[in-house]
């Protein structure tokens, strides 16, 4: 079987610690007097702690000092972490097991390409570390998506071409980097917020072997 490059996404594909992040975030606006919805939450996705913090202060129109910024910054972060400390292999999503066993069976390289900074911690959390490859996390990257740098940086550490790789994403950010790329999207939520992506599944009970049995044979030029 021909050999191709498996990129995972984390937050919302392996695992969900968005709702975490939501709990995090919304803690945080509130402590400034600014409600902050699920909504706005969505829009969070997939962009960094920086670019999230002065879009909750562009919606509750609040300006703060840099010295502030920053602690605000760090406490989230420390809030975040605290609840990652409690996670365990129930919250891996449905069936991602399955496939990651399958990839590995077949030979695929599989890596994670996500701008989270705690992957590698929730990987260990979840007993997952040791089933991929390669692992490209918010440490490894300084752009965030839609630039494609931490699918590159994965496709290279596993030695694939990009053409060659397939990126599973749940963000609209995620699926663009992986188009730039030219990598083979897949959507994993939405087909109406992801509909950029090559193939869109409500999760990974959806995909059949058969059909990374063809992704793996297809050829993209």
Same mark, same amino acid.
């Given at each position: 079987m021909a050999k191709k490059g498996f990129i995972f996404d984390l937050d919302g594909v392996i695992v969900d610690t968005a709702k975490y992040h939501f709990l995090a975030w919304q803690n945080l606006?509130?402590?400034? &007097?600014?409600s902050f919805s699920e909504e706005q939450n969505e829009q969070l996705k997939g962009? =960094? /702690?920086v670019r999230s913090l002065e879009k909750i202060l562009e919606w509750g129109n609040k300006t703060?000092?840099?010295?502030?910024f920053t602690s605000l910054m760090t406490k989230k *972060?420390?809030?975040?972490? *605290?609840y990652i400390e409690t996670m365990d292999t129930s919250e891996i999503l449905p069936d991602v $097991? /399955?496939?990651?066993e399958y990839l590995l069976t077949e030979e695929q390289g599989v890596a994670l390409g996500s701008a989270s900074k705690n992957a590698r911690i929730i990987l260990e959390k979840v007993l997952l570390k040791e089933k991929f490859q390669a692992i490209v996390d918010g440490t490894d990257? =300084? %752009?965030?998506? $839609?630039? $494609?740098?931490?699918?590159?940086?994965?496709?290279q550490?596993? &030695?694939?071409? $990009? %053409?060659?790789?397939?990126?599973?994403?749940? =963000?609209?950010?995620?699926?663009?980097?992986?188009?730039?790329?030219?990598?083979? =999207?897949? &959507?994993? &939520?939405d087909p109406k917020v992801l509909h950029?992506?090559?193939?869109?599944? %409500?999760?990974?009970?959806?995909? %059949?072997?058969e059909f990374i049995n063809q992704l793996v044979t297809t050829k993209r030029n």
């Open positions: 606006a509130n402590s400034l &007097g600014i962009v =960094s /702690r703060i000092s840099e010295k502030d *972060n420390e809030e975040y972490l *605290n $097991p /399955r496939i990651l990257v =300084s %752009k965030a998506k $839609p630039d $494609p740098e931490v699918f590159l940086i994965g496709a550490k596993l &030695g694939i071409d $990009p %053409k060659d790789c397939v990126v599973f994403e749940d =963000s609209v950010a995620g699926i663009q980097a992986a188009n730039i790329a030219n990598m083979v =999207s897949i &959507g994993i &939520g950029e992506a090559d193939y869109v599944f %409500k999760d990974f009970t959806e995909i %059949k072997e």
